[in-house]
T-cell receptor, first 114, second 114 residues
Framework: EPEVTQTPSHQVTQMGQEVILRCVPISNHLYFYWYRQILGQKVEFLVSFYNNEISEKSEIFDDQFSVERPDGSNFTLKIRSTKLEDSAMYFC????????????FGQGTRLTVV | AQKVTQAQTEISVVEKEDVTLDCVYETRDTTYYLFWYKQPPSGELVFLIRRNSFDEQNEISGRYSWNFQKSTSSFNFTITASQVVDSAVYFCALSEVKDYKLSFGAGTTVTVRA
């Protein structure tokens, strides 16, 4: 069964460093998303991406964040100058693009900023 | 703005008992989608069910069933004959047609004891 794949599963980084979280969405999907879940809290929308551009972003998704689809398969989230409060589980999701379809999530990348 | 409320923080049951999870939502849209996702201790988000706003027919899928009532903006989810493997955090989510991004509730932690 096709699935969304995220790497790495866990990343530890020093405060102020840049990190890139990688995702391979399901191959025929057209809509891509990043969500964040701070430990013990609810899942929050960060950004949606369609047709090679951001379609919507939340207030959380400020200039510190960027997304890119560098080739036909990868979808990345870059976090510049990481802060302690960026520590969270980051989920990538993809959706096929037709109406009435669910988003499928990757297994998540746990980011720990120290 | 869309909003999802899961009033139950934690539910603990003994195996084989039924578990009903409550979800109340707010949206100004007439067309929207409702979802339930499961997050087991391993951390991934697993899609369970989806419902459209224009289809209030309630269904059963295996041990899962749901009760969608537009009049009360509720989308409750029931696990019948619970098993230990059902222990997880369950999230109700809402997406609107405009952008299909998911707004999640705070989640309900279900613990099923043997």
């Amino acid at each position: 069964e096709p699935e969304v794949t995220q790497t790495p599963s866990h990343q530890v980084t020093q405060m102020g460093q840049e990190v890139i979280l990688r995702c391979v969405p399901i191959s025929n999907h057209l809509y891509f998303y990043w969500y964040r879940q701070i430990l013990g809290q609810k899942v929050e929308f960060l950004v949606s991406f369609y047709n090679n551009e951001i379609s919507e972003k939340s207030e959380i998704f400020d200039d510190q964040f960027s997304v890119e689809r560098p080739d036909g398969s990868n979808f990345t989230l870059k976090i510049r100058s990481t802060k302690l409060e960026d520590s969270a589980m980051y989920f990538c999701a993809s959706r096929i693009g037709q109406l009435n379809t669910e988003a499928f999530f990757g297994q998540g990348t746990r980011l720990t900023v120290v | 703005a869309q909003k999802v409320t899961q009033a139950q923080t934690e539910i603990s049951v003994v195996e084989k008992e039924d578990v009903t999870l409550d979800c109340v939502y707010e949206t100004r849209d007439t067309t929207y989608y409702l979802f339930w996702y499961k997050q087991p201790p391993s951390g991934e988000l697993v899609f369970l069910i989806r419902r459209n706003s224009f289809d209030e027919q309630n269904e059963i899928s295996g041990r899962y069933s749901w009760n969608f009532q537009k009049s009360t903006s509720s989308f409750n989810f029931t696990i019948t004959a619970s098993q230990v493997v059902d222990s997880a955090v369950y999230f109700c989510a809402l997406s609107e047609v405009k952008d299909y991004k998911l707004s999640f509730g705070a989640g309900t932690t279900v613990t099923v004891r043997a």
